[in-house]
């Protein structure tokens, strides 16, 4: 570990690099009409992926940062589903073909919120538009609490294959201070149910740097999650951005660990977990070594995306529903974000897009540099400038943060590559960001480094 590097740069607000450039430097200059073009363009053996966000649920976790709203009536989320399906559509309409489709992911939100004929549905709008592909992932995000089993045979009968469940923490404490109380023997449940159904791959979701969360119960939770052998684990780090989430405000801010504090959770969370034969992906990822995801880092094969690392290859995300982003070969596109408007854009058989952005090919020099650095921790300056026909020298945007980095340890140069030092994996965004050049120093919605 290295607390004293997590001193330094933990208070440092980072984008998380799940895109670049980020979301708040897209624009409304970028419309329905470039949409339409982008998605015409597409080749027809060109595989892509969809993301579907479902911005619904019962109740409200107060570390969410989600575009979501709560809700106890069914009524809303059917007609917003009905969006889904009419979106659908005018995407595979606009394209003029059944594009082939290699990952599908329903994010919200909590997608299961819908009824298992509502969510059948809604598939089978995905399947008759665009040609899924017999392999292709179709991942599903998963509240524990909320699963049904009739809504887990579902998810079966749909073809889904991978289950994010969000676990957080089983600290009776923590789940106390974030409005999200969750059993263990709820969540095993929950496991039990999708495997029954034939959703054979699961993974689980971590929170750290939560309040009054301590090392111990971070150890506790890790050793509840591994008696149900979970193929893949995430651990991110808690964002508390009150001015960007108003209902963060209700969470005790005094009782937020500091930076160093972090540092150690996650550190713990990693040994724990590496311990247990789990590989170590990018900066918060762990996967059984026979995952697909570890297989992916091991052959050079590791992307970055919205929902974080992948095996994902395609180059095109398709985004549905309100907030949606979608990222195709010319640039990004940005649905509605309320749910209101949204569906009034659809119900005219108008695409959703609001916003977006056209990449430069400066944009997409530095966007390689960033993501290989998020997924391998290191990249060859010399080589990626050379295939972009640039002066490797041009490639960092702050020479002096790069010297500070080399100066304390976290960043080694070496005949035109880059890489990040032993014990400072946990700086990868930090290491990323001198190569952003979009990065804004104030940083509002980003964030902890660490």
């Known amino acids: 570990m290295r607390p004293d590097l997590a001193q330094s740069y933990g208070q440092h607000r980072l984008p998380r690099y799940t895109s670049y450039p980020t979301a708040p430097h897209f624009s409304a200059s970028i419309c329905e009409s470039d949409y339409q073009t982008w998605l015409k363009s597409l080749g027809a053996q060109q595989s892509a992926s969809i993301y579907v966000h479902v911005p619904f649920c019962r109740r409200m976790c107060w570390y969410c940062a989600c575009h979501t709203s709560v809700t106890k009536r069914q009524e809303p989320i059917s007609i917003y589903a009905a969006g889904l399906r009419t979106e659908t559509y005018l995407v595979a309409e606009t394209v003029g073909r059944r594009q082939p489709i290699s990952h599908i992911h329903f994010g919200g939100g909590t997608p299961t919120i819908m009824t298992p004929e509502t969510f059948a549905d809604l598939v089978g709008s995905l399947r008759h538009s665009f040609a899924v592909l ?7 995000e998963i509240d524990p609490r909320m699963l049904s ?5 579902a998810l079966g009968y749909c073809g889904v ?3 994010s469940l969000g676990v957080q923490s089983f600290d009776p404490v923590v789940q106390r201070g974030i409005n999200r109380r969750q059993s263990f023997g709820q969540t095993a449940t929950s496991v039990d149910r999708l495997r029954r159904a034939g959703v ?3 993974n689980f979701d971590l929170l750290y740097g939560l309040p009054r969360q301590t090392v111990a119960s971070c150890l506790d939770t890790v050793a509840k999650c591994l008696e149900l052998h979970p193929d893949r684990f995430s651990a991110f780090g808690y964002a508390h951005i009150p001015s960007f989430k108003k209902h963060q405000r209700k969470i005790d801010e005094s009782a937020l660990p500091d930076s160093v504090t972090r540092h150690v959770q996650f550190e713990t969370i990693a040994e724990a977990l590496v311990d247990a034969g789990y590989v170590r992906i990018g900066i918060d990822h762990f996967a059984l070594p026979d995952d697909n995801l570890a297989l992916a880092r091991q052959e050079g094969r590791l992307r970055r995306n919205f929902q974080g690392y992948t095996d994902d290859s395609a180059d095109t995300l398709i ?3 309100a907030s949606a982003i979608g990222r195709m070969q010319q640039g990004f596109v940005a649905n509605a974000v309320s749910i209101k408007d949204y569906l009034a854009r659809i119900s005219e058989d108008r695409l959703a897009v609001a916003r977006g952005y056209l990449l430069t090919d400066d944009d997409r020099f530095h966007a390689e540099i ?3 650095i998020m997924c391998d921790l290191t990249v060859d300056l010399s080589e990626t400038s050379r295939r972009y026909g640039r002066d490797p020298s041009l490639a960092v945007v702050d020479r002096s943060r790069l010297d500070g980095l080399i100066a304390d340890g976290v960043v080694v140069m070496d005949d035109g590559r880059l890489s990040v030092a032993g014990g400072a994996e946990f700086l990868a965004r930090s290491v990323a960001s001198i190569f952003d050049a979009h990065l804004t120093r104030t940083g509002t919605t980003h964030s902890l480094a660490v």
Request: charge should be negative.
């Open 161 to 163: 294959n991978r289950a």
């Open 319 to 321: 985004g549905l529903g």
């Open 370 to 372: 960033i993501e290989r």
């Open 134 to 140: 017999p392999d292709a992932e179709i991942a599903v």
């Open 149 to 153: 089993e009739p809504m887990a045979e």
């Open 200 to 202: 054979d791959r699961i």
